[in-house]
């Protein structure tokens, strides 16, 4: 399956449910085509703390990494994919050169993608099914 690099463009307010946000990836090298996805608060409030500079998500991700036995220096990829109907998302972590995939929240993967500077992944076929094309 092939994967598509994204960067998040924006984080908005979900009118209709209050308890969720619209995170907006944008896909890289093609400024027409974006995917939206809805996610808890709490999970963007984490990914909107680490894009602003705020300190508030740093406790939950250094827990994060520190329960995987890794470091900032570790992360290699977030991987944004489809299951079912639900979004999933893993992260790449080589913390002693042996790689392995952790599955965590979005919100938690995306900020650590954005703390490292890794690269943001989506499969293709999550483009096809949800992604929205502006133009």
């Not at 908005?12 to 085509?33: M, Q, S, V, Y």
């Not at 963007?44 to 500079?53: K, M, N, S, T």
């Not at 406790?59 to 992360?75: C, R, V």
Request: glycine share 6%; proline share 4%; net charge negative.
């Amino acid at each position: 399956m092939t994967q598509i690099r994204c960067k998040v463009d924006s984080i908005r307010f979900a009118a209709a449910c209050p308890d969720e946000l619209t995170l907006i990836l944008k896909r890289t090298g093609d400024g027409n085509t974006y995917l939206p996805i809805w996610i808890d608060r709490n999970e963007g409030q984490i990914l909107a703390d680490e894009l602003h500079g705020r300190p508030d998500s740093k406790k939950e991700l250094d827990s994060f990494l520190a329960d995987n036995s890794a470091t900032d220096s570790a992360i290699g990829c977030t991987t944004v994919y489809l299951k079912g109907d639900a979004f999933f998302a893993k992260v790449l972590l080589s913390p002693h050169t042996r790689p392995r995939e952790v599955g965590c929240s979005i919100g938690v993967a995306l900020a650590l993608a954005v703390r490292a500077n890794a690269p943001i992944l989506v499969d293709d076929e999550l483009f096809d099914r949800a992604g929205v094309r502006l133009e």
